[in-house]
C-alpha cells in the first residue's frame, strides 16, 4: 500500500535526521500522536502536509512515496 510505503520512509527520513516526533510535531503545528498515526500508516497522509513535511526533512515529495 501507498500509506505504507509513505508512512515507512516519513519515520525512515525523521530518524536518520535525527528529530523526534515532538519536535517534527512542533514545526509542522501538530501534535506527537498525529505524527505516530502518519508514521504507522493509521492516517492517510495529505498532499499538502506531504509537502511540508518534505520540507522539514530535507527532501521532496517524490523520495517520500518512493517504494
Given at each position: ?18 528529530i ?7 514545526l ?40
Amino acid at each position: 500500500k501507498l500509506r505504507s510505503v509513505i508512512a515507512n520512509n516519513i519515520r525512515q527520513r525523521r530518524i536518520e535526521l535525527g528529530i523526534t516526533q515532538p519536535e517534527l510535531a512542533r514545526l509542522l503545528g501538530k501534535t506527537q500522536p498525529y505524527i505516530s498515526q502518519l508514521e504507522t500508516g493509521a492516517r492517510s497522509t495529505p498532499v499538502g502536509t506531504l509537502e511540508t513535511l518534505s520540507k522539514h526533512l530535507q527532501t521532496t515529495p517524490d523520495e517520500l512515496v518512493k517504494k
